[in-house]
């Protein structure tokens, strides 16, 4: 049998955490072979909630679940934790400045970094959640120097899920037959869906996206919207998820967040790519030292940025503003620190 792999959760208590541990304790995550110990962290005044929560884990009687931790302590959150997905922040609040929401997440990464940094196991995975997902990434990034930094990632993949959903319901094809959709840059609305570069499988083998829609009696109704309302509809995708149920985006999130690790761990299906935000290192020319998503295939439990992708004048523009956005983004997390 193999050894248990620890996975912790930060924000355990919250509305995603209680999504997502249940998916974990399945083998959604790390594969239905893979024994799990669930390190669950929230702060004080969730000691209860996250408590209930153990006491449900329990009461579900994983087979895969060989023990939970759950605390307000976050060294013994952090000790010996091989994943870690980071979903606790602060929340910007009705006439909250951008500033101080920025300000209150840069002081909590900071800490968490430290704690993943000091008592983590080698190699620890990290994902982020929380909002502003990018900058906290990058901010648990400098925060944490010896974890290398292609170990600290952040999600964006419920925003791609998000754009295969939006293909598979628009062209009546089954979801599972998209791939290759590509989010670059941001998670928020400055973020570029791209669907140049995806495909749909058809009996006659993988199609472009664009050539279904070219081949398609509606074209000009189509091409608008997979310049416009495609991109706006996956860009306003959580505040229309937020109308709808008064509450944001939860269990997709926890699904898109079990998607993201276990690709990352297991690999990508040959010939697919996802999408991660990861530590840009220059590549389609986008500024070194940010956390900016990229289309990646993983393998061995790495992932590589996939390569040649040719870039038009639309995508470039779109390529160039998300970036702007975030070096704004960085630029104020530093001011925070200051
Ligand atoms: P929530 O408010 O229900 O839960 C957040 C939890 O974090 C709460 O239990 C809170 O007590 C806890 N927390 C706060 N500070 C903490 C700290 N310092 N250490 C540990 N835990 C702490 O929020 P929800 O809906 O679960 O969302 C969590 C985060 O995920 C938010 O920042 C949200 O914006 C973000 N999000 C990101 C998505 C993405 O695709 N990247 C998608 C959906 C949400």
Redesign the pocket.
């Known amino acids: 049998a193999k050894d248990p792999v620890r996975v912790l959760v ?2 355990a ?5 209680y999504a997502l541990v249940p998916m974990i304790a399945r083998g959604v995550m790390l594969g239905a072979d893979q024994p799990v110990i669930l390190h669950m ?3 004080p ?2 000691a209860e909630a996250l408590n209930g929560v153990k006491m449900e884990l329990v009461d579900a009687a994983f087979p895969l679940l060989k023990g939970v931790v759950a605390t307000t302590d976050a060294v013994e959150a952090c000790t010996g934790v091989n994943v870690a997905v980071m ?5 910007r609040k009705e006439g909250m400045e951008r500033k101080d929401v920025m300000s209150k997440n840069v002081s ?1 990464y900071k800490s ?1 970094a430290s704690a993943l940094e000091k008592h983590a196991a080698p190699n620890c995975k990290v994902l982020v ?3 502003p ?1 990018n900058t906290n990434a990058l901010i648990l990034k400098e925060f944490a120097p010896s974890i290398p930094e292609k170990n600290i990632t ?3 993949r ?2 791609h899920n998000r754009a295969l959903g939006q293909i598979s319901e628009r062209l009546s094809v089954q979801v599972s037959d998209v791939k290759n959709v590509i989010i670059w840059g941001n ?1 928020s609305s400055s973020q570029y869906p791209d669907v140049n570069h995806a495909t749909v499988s058809t009996p006659a083998g993988d199609k472009p996206v664009r050539e279904l829609v070219a081949d398609d009696a509606w074209y000009n109704e189509l091409e608008t919207l997979l310049n416009g309302e495609f991109i706006s509809t996956v860009q306003q995708r ?1 505040a229309a998820i937020i109308k709808a149920r008064k509450l ?3 269990l997709s ?1 926890a699904s ?1 967040a079990c998607d993201h690790i276990r690709d990352w761990v297991l690999g990508t299906p040959e010939g697919t790519f996802v999408s991660m935000g990861v530590y840009s290192d220059g590549s389609y020319n986008v500024p070194a030292g940010l956390i900016y998503s990229f289309p990646v295939t993983c393998k061995n439990g790495e992932w590589s940025i996939v390569q040649g992708l040719p870039i038009d004048e639309f995508s470039r523009k779109k390529l160039d503003l998300t970036a702007e956005e975030l070096s704004e983004e960085k630029a104020l997390a530093y001011s925070c620190l200051a």
């Open positions: 930060t924000g208590a919250g509305q995603i955490g962290l929230d702060i005044p969730a979903v606790g922040g602060f929340p909590i968490q959640v929380a909002n997902a952040c999600l964006t419920l925003d998670h959580g944001s985006s939860a999130a898109s």
